[in-house]
C-alpha cells in the first residue's frame, strides 16, 4: 500500500512536469528538457564551464552560480555578461563580446534559472524528442 502510494506519486510528479516545460527527469537517463535549456547547456558547457565547473558547479577560478543566480534578474545577467562583473572572488571580463555566447544569453539564462531553482541538478541533458 506504501508502495503504491509512492510509485503514484513519483507518476504523478512526471506527468505533471512532462505536461508544462519545466525539465523531466527520470534516475536512470539525462533529464529532459525544452530546446532553449539544452541550447543553454551546451552553450555553458563550452563557454563558461572552465571557470564554473561542469553544470556550473563552481572551481577555484570561478563560483558554484546556482544559489548564485537565485538573487539575480534576468536583466542583471545580460548586464554581467555585457559588461563583465566585479565579486568577493574575484572578476569576470565581459563575455558577450564573443558572439556564441551573445546569441545565445536567453537560453543560458533559462538553463540556469533551472539549475538555481533546483529543476535541474548537475549532469547531462538531452532535448525533448518532437514527436
Ligand atoms: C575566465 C573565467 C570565467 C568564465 C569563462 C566565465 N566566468 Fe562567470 N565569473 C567568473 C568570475 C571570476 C566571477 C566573479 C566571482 C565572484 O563573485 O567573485 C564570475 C561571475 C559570474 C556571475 C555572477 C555571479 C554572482 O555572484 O552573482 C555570473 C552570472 C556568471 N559569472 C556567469 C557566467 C556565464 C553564463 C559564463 C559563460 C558565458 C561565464 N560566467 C564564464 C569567471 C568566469
Redesign the pocket.
Known amino acids: 500500500m506504501a508502495l503504491a502510494a509512492v510509485v503514484l506519486g513519483v507518476a504523478t510528479a512526471w506527468g505533471q512536469s512532462r505536461g508544462g516545460d519545466g525539465p523531466w527527469c527520470s534516475r536512470d537517463a539525462a533529464c529532459q528538457v525544452d530546446t532553449a535549456t539544452f541550447v543553454g547547456w551546451r552553450?555553458?558547457e563550452t563557454?563558461?564551464?572552465?571557470?564554473?565547473g561542469q553544470s556550473?558547479v563552481g572551481s577555484r577560478?570561478?563560483?558554484e552560480?546556482g544559489s548564485?543566480?537565485r538573487?539575480?534578474t534576468q536583466r542583471?545577467?545580460s548586464v554581467?555578461?555585457r559588461e563583465g562583473?566585479?565579486?568577493?572572488?574575484?572578476?569576470?571580463?565581459p563575455?558577450?563580446d564573443?558572439r556564441d555566447?551573445a546569441r545565445y544569453?536567453d537560453e543560458?539564462w533559462s538553463y540556469?534559472r533551472a539549475r538555481a531553482s533546483g529543476d535541474l541538478g548537475p549532469g547531462p541533458l538531452e532535448r525533448f524528442s518532437e514527436n
Open positions: 552553450v555553458f563557454h563558461c564551464a572552465g571557470c564554473h556550473g577560478f570561478a563560483p552560480l548564485r543566480m538573487g539575480m542583471e545577467f554581467a555578461l562583473y566585479r565579486g568577493l572572488q574575484g572578476r569576470m571580463t563575455r558577450a564573443n555566447v544569453v543560458l540556469l
